[in-house]
C-alpha cells in the first residue's frame, strides 16, 4: 500500500463530506449520532467477537493488564458508548450560531457566525470507546473526521466504524464524514499531521509520548496539553476546613488524572496550623510526601517526608506522590507556579478578597481557581457537555474543550448595496 | 554578534516584561501609549534625521520609487503614528473582561477572564509607522512586542524605537515591553519564528513572499493571511442597480488590497442585463477583463476582452485586471468560490431570502457578505477600532484581527471549599 497515496485519498474525502455535512442541520446530524447508537447496541455481539480478536493478539503480544483493561469491551462499555453519543445528540448545535450582531456607521450590519473547522484528525492509543466518542463530537460540530487509534484495537475500531458509516447512511449523510485509518503503518500518522490542504486541526488523545511526538512533528496545529502539574496554594487568610478539604481531594480524588494536583504550597503563616493535620491525611491514603526543607521541618515527627529535589517541583507524578512546598505569601506562591507551573489548572484557598482577585487575574494557565478542588477543570463540570481534550495552548482553544473549540467563527455582512466611499 | 544568543535574550526578557504589564491597568498601559505620542511628535527633527540616512542608504542600494516612497517619513506621517497611538489609547481595554460566568449544579461559579496571548513577534517591511502602531496593539492588549522591521527602515525603526522605551520608562512599565531587533541579520527571524518557550504568536505583516517564507518556517503559531482572492456573485435575483454599484465599487475602489475582487461571477440569467453596461464602466477605468467563453461572447462588440486562462481564477492581481465568469446559479457559483477563493472575504449580489441565507451559511470565507463591496472587510469597517491583520486561517482569530484576536481567554472557577465526589 502506498501510504502517501492512500492517506491523500483519505484528505480528499474527507474534505468533500466536510462540505456536505457543514450544510447538514442538527435533525439530519442528531439522526444519524442516534443511528449509531441503535447499531453499536444491535452489533453488540460482532464488537465483542472483534475486540476478543484484538485481546487475543495483545496477550500474545506480551500486553500488561492495565493496557489489555482499557482495550477490553463488554455489555456496559458498548452501551456506555451509545448513551454518550445519545448525550451528544441531545446538546445544542453550536453550528450557524450567530452574535454579536450590530449596525456599524455605515449602516452596514456586521456580525459572526459559527462554523466547523472544516477536517479534524483524531489520534489516541487503545481506548476503543474514543473511535465513537471522537467521531460523535466531530460530526456534532460539523466537522468531518479521520481517526487513528491504537494498532492493538485495529479489529475493534473497525467494527464501531461499521456502525458509525451504517448510521450516517441511514441519516443520507455521507459515509466518508467519518474515516478509520485501515492500516497500523506509521507513516499514517506522519501523513495525517503534515496534510495542511486536507486537515485543519489535529487532538491528540493519550500519554506525554504521543502528544510530544505529534506536536513536535505537525504542521496543521494542534490542540492539546502536554503536562498537567497543577498546583494548590493555600494562603495564610485560609479557612482551615476548606483548605483541608480542598487540598485533600485535589490530590486524593484519582492520582492518574491531568487535574490532579501535584504541587501543594502553604504559606510559612498557617504551615503549622495546616500541614501536619493535611499530612496525616495524605500518610492515611499512602500518599508519599516529598518536601521542601521547610515544610520537612513543620512535618518531622509527624509523617514521614522524602527530601524534595529540584526535579520535583517540575514532575507530573498521576500516582500517590506529592511535592509540598512552604511559600512566603501570595507573591512567592504565583512565582513558584510562573516557574513550575504547565499552564493547566491553578487553586488558591483564601477567604481574603484582594489576594483571590490578584490569583485570578495574574495566574496565567487554563483554568484558574478559588476555593475549589482542581479536579473540577473539566469539560462537563464546566457545562460544555462533553470534552474532546483539554488544551493548554492559549491559542485557539483553551482549557477544557467542548464543542465550541471544534468550530470557529466567520464574519457576516448583511447590506443593502453598499459601496465603500 | 551570537544571533541564538541575542535573541534568547530578546526572547526572555519580553517574557519576564509580558507578565508585569498584564498586571498593569488601563490607565498606565493608555499613559504609556499617550506619552510615545506625544515623544514621537517632539522628537520630529531626529525622527526625520534618521529617516534621511535610511532613504540615502535607500537611494545608493537602488531602491525603487515605491519602496523609497513608503520608507519615508516626513511631518504628516510622523503626525499620523502619534494620532494612531492616541486612538489605540482611547480603546476599551480587551484584558481581564470577564464572560459567560454562570452557577453549575456544582453550586461553582464559572466563567471565561480575556487574558493577554503574552508575548508577540511582528515581521514587517519598510513602512517604519508599523513599529509604532504593532507595538501600540501589542501593549494595548497587555503583550510584549519584539518587532523586526526591514533593514533598509533600520535606522528610522531605532529612532522610534527610542520614542517607545522613553514612553514606557514614563509611564513606570518595563522597557523591554516593546523590543525592536538592534540588527539586521537574516537569521534572527529564523530564531524569532521558532522560539516556541519566549514567543507566542507571530504575525507577518508584508507581501505574499514574506507571509510565505514565515508560515513555511515557524514553530510559533502564526495569524496571517497569504492571498485575498475575494469573489463578488451577481445572483439572478439581484438588484440592477445595486449589482453594477458593488461589483465597480470591490474592483476599483483600490487595486493594490486584499479586499478588492479578483473574480466576477454572474448568474447566466442577468448576464447580457448586466455585463455590458458593468464592462463599460471598467473599461472607462482601464480594467483589463480577462473573460470565459460566455462572458466573452456577451461582450463581444461592447468592450475589449482577452480569454482567461485556468490560472487566472487562481490569481491575486492586486492590478487592474478583472477575471470574469459566466456561472448557472449559486450552487455553480458557489462551487466555483470553494474551488479558488483563498477564504478571505466573498459578497453576494441578491434580492432572494433564500440564496441570500444560503450563501451566509455555506461560503466558508473569513468574511461573507450580501449586497455589500467586499472592500468593507476591514478592522476599522467592522467596527474593531484597530488591525493588526486580517487573518484567513480558522484556528484562533478569522478576518480582520483587532486587539481581541491578541488575547485568549482563560477559565475563572469560584467556590467556597468546593471538593469533587
Redesign the interface.
Known amino acids: 500500500m502506498d501510504i502517501k497515496q492512500y492517506m491523500t485519498r483519505l484528505g480528499q474525502q474527507a474534505r468533500q463530506a466536510s462540505?456536505v455535512l457543514?450544510?447538514a442541520n442538527s435533525k439530519q446530524k442528531n439522526a444519524a449520532l442516534n443511528a449509531i447508537a441503535d447499531l453499536l447496541e444491535s452489533s453488540m455481539d460482532i464488537l465483542l467477537a472483534e475486540n476478543n480478536k484484538d485481546l487475543e493478539a495483545g496477550k500474545e503480544r506480551g500486553l500488561d493488564d492495565a493496557l489489555l483493561d482499557r482495550l477490553a469491551l463488554n455489555k456496559e462499555r458498548v452501551e456506555g458508548m451509545a448513551e454518550g453519543l445519545r448525550q451528544i445528540a441531545a446538546l445544542p448545535d453550536p453550528v450557524?450560531e450567530i452574535s454579536d450582531m450590530?449596525y456599524?456607521p455605515?449602516a452596514?450590519q456586521?456580525g459572526k457566525?459559527r462554523?466547523p473547522?472544516?477536517v479534524i484528525g483524531i489520534i489516541y492509543e487503545s481506548r476503543p470507546n474514543v473511535t465513537a466518542d471522537a467521531a460523535a463530537l466531530c460530526m456534532k460540530s460539523g466537522n468531518a473526521a479521520i481517526l487513528r487509534g491504537g494498532s492493538e484495537a485495529i479489529h475493534s475500531n473497525q467494527a464501531i466504524a461499521q456502525c458509525i458509516k451504517q448510521g450516517l447512511k441511514e441519516a443520507s449523510l455521507p459515509e466518508d464524514v467519518v474515516q478509520v485509518i485501515e492500516t497500523t503503518d506509521r507513516d499514517a500518522v506522519g501523513e495525517l499531521i503534515t496534510m495542511q490542504e486536507y486537515v485543519?486541526?489535529i487532538v491528540p488523545r493519550g500519554g506525554k509520548g504521543l502528544i510530544a511526538r505529534i506536536s513536535g512533528n505537525a504542521r496543521v496545529?494542534v490542540i492539546k496539553h502536554l503536562n498537567g502539574i497543577c498546583h494548590v496554594y493555600i494562603d495564610g487568610r485560609a479557612?482551615h476546613?476548606?483548605a483541608i478539604?480542598?487540598a485533600?481531594?485535589a490530590k486524593t480524588?484519582r492520582y492518574g488524572v491531568c487535574n490532579a494536583m501535584e504541587t501543594l504550597l502553604v504559606d510559612t503563616a498557617v504551615a503549622t496550623d495546616i500541614l501536619p493535620e493535611l499530612a496525616e491525611k495524605y500518610q492515611q491514603e499512602g500518599v508519599e510526601l516529598r518536601c521542601c526543607e521547610r515544610s520537612a521541618l513543620v512535618l518531622e515527627g509527624v509523617v514521614n517526608t522524602v527530601p524534595a529535589t529540584a526535579e520535583d517541583w517540575d514532575t507530573e507524578y498521576l500516582a500517590p506522590i506529592l511535592s509540598i512546598r512552604i511559600v512566603d505569601g501570595i507573591d512567592d506562591a504565583m512565582e513558584h507556579i510562573?516557574q513550575h507551573s504547565s499552564g493547566h489548572t491553578e487553586?488558591i484557598?483564601t477567604e481574603d478578597y484582594s489576594r483571590a482577585r490578584r490569583f485570578?487575574?495574574?495566574v496565567?494557565?487554563?483554568?484558574?481557581?478559588?476555593?475549589?478542588?482542581t479536579?473540577?477543570?473539566d469539560g462537563f463540570?464546566?457545562?460544555l457537555g462533553a470534552e474532546i481534550g483539554i488544551s493548554t495552548d492559549?491559542?485557539?482553544a483553551?482549557?477544557?474543550v467542548g464543542l465550541e473549540g471544534l468550530t470557529?467563527?466567520?464574519?457576516?455582512?448583511?447590506?443593502?448595496?453598499?459601496?465603500?466611499q
Not at 366 to 372: K, L, Q
Open positions: 462540505r457543514a450544510r450557524g450590530h456599524q455605515s452596514l456586521i457566525m462554523v473547522l472544516g485543519d486541526v496545529p479557612d476546613k476548606k478539604a480542598v485533600y481531594n480524588h510562573f487553586s484557598i485570578l487575574a495574574e496565567d494557565s487554563s483554568s484558574v481557581m478559588v476555593n475549589a478542588s479536579r473540577f477543570a463540570e464546566y457545562g492559549k491559542i485557539h483553551r482549557g477544557p470557529s467563527q466567520k464574519y457576516i455582512v448583511l447590506g443593502d448595496g453598499h459601496i465603500r
